[in-house]
């Protein structure tokens, strides 16, 4: 469900003034392009600096996504952006974060982007997801995908961002930013590499090539044949379903790279 966006100075009063009592005051506000489903995202010029500041209305749906991704971003390494406060007060939720001032990474075959975000990638595989806070379990995530007895093979203590879209990995100078968690997971290591797999695949890397990459991440090279089979077929029957559901031809294109991904792992 997409939202109209609404600029920052309709805000009622109430919530501009909490959002100044963490900033100082607010010289200028400009609402941020893009296809984030938020009620407000305006980058504000303050008097600490600038800030980024998204946020819905307390009854959206996406209301417990917010919150997840809030709960987490204190555990994110320093590749991802930091969160500096989460504010919940007269019907809304806002988060205020630093402001990444990048471009989305490119992702075709011999981009210099690459290697920056396989660094990004390899700080985010050495952490654990935490505990205490409630974020989806892979086993559960793929759990109408995966095809029957391979399960356990998504079970896995390694903090997860499952969607390495090149509108969530910002390039920023020599160093790639990971955002946009609102699907952080706790899982087996090498499905983010497999993930990231899948949309280099989609940006024009034969999916051989596109595997050969997940392969310089230890946690993909060490998994059993069969688990990364496992992950290609769940894959192919997610974006099946995701294709069948709404047929735009990204989608379609996406479910016929999943099937293709599949296809090269079930060979392994």
Known sequence: MSMSRIPFQQLPAGIRRAISDKTGAVHQAATTPGGMNSGIA???????????????????????????EAAIAPHLPASCPRLYWHLELD??????????????????????????????????????????????DAVDRWADYAPPGTLQYFSGDILLHTDFARDNVLIVG?????VDWAWPTRGAAWIDPGALALQLADSGHPVEEAVAFAGR???WRDAEPAALAAFGAATA????????????????????RAAALADVLANG
């Open 42 to 68: 305006s980058v504000l010029k303050t008097e600490s600096g600038r800030v980024f500041v998204k946020g819905i209305p307390t009854d959206h749906p996406q209301v417990g996504a917010q919150r997840r």
């Open 91 to 136: 019907g809304w939720s806002l988060l205020g974060y630093e402001v990444v001032d990048g471009r989305h990474a490119d992702y075709a075959p011999g981009s210099p982007d690459l290697p920056l975000v396989e660094a990004a990638l390899t700080e985010l595989q050495a952490v654990t997801a935490p505990a205490d806070i409630e974020i989806k």
């Open 174 to 178: 020599k160093r790639a930013r990971l």
């Open 217 to 219: 991440f230890p946690s």
């Open 237 to 256: 029957a997610l974006w099946r379903e995701i294709a069948e559901e709404d047929e735009i031809p990204w989608k379609r294109g996406m479910a016929e």
